[in-house]
């Protein structure tokens, strides 16, 4: 009869190891819809414009907006990588920093695109 045998160092299952996707996945979601419904409503801040100014700021606007739509991808994708990462315990790290990642992308994704409209 076999004895069992034992996980190597590191690499036992992390029971915990869905609470840091979790989190930030609801607060990376909170943040996108935030920062798409400041910037999405920031279009009407030249309504009362005209001329090259209002040409100007919708250009920039509707460039903004499309940039932080497909920058969406990169929080996805590290969402995806922190769930989809082995729950072992030598994941930890690693599952963390991409946990964080999304918001903090979501976040320099906004402060860029608001930087890049061109406000009256």
């Not at 036992?12 to 996108?32: F, K, N």
């Not at 030249?46 to 739509?69: Q, R, Y």
């Amino acid at each position: 009869m076999e004895e069992p045998s034992l996980p190597l160092d590191g690499e036992e299952r992390d029971l915990r190891a869905w609470v840091g996707p979790l989190v930030s996945s609801v607060v990376t979601v909170v943040a996108g819809f935030f920062a798409l419904g400041v910037l999405g409503f920031s279009a009407m801040a030249c309504d009362s414009c005209s001329g090259e100014k209002a040409h100007g700021f919708d250009a920039s606007i509707s460039t903004a907006l499309m940039v932080l739509k497909v920058g969406y991808l990169v929080p996805a994708g590290s969402l995806v990588a922190a769930w989809g990462l082995p729950w072992e315990r030598r994941n930890a790290g690693r599952r963390a920093m991409l946990a964080l990642s999304a918001p903090l992308a979501v976040v320099v994704l906004f402060v860029a695109c608001m930087a890049m409209v061109r406000w009256p």
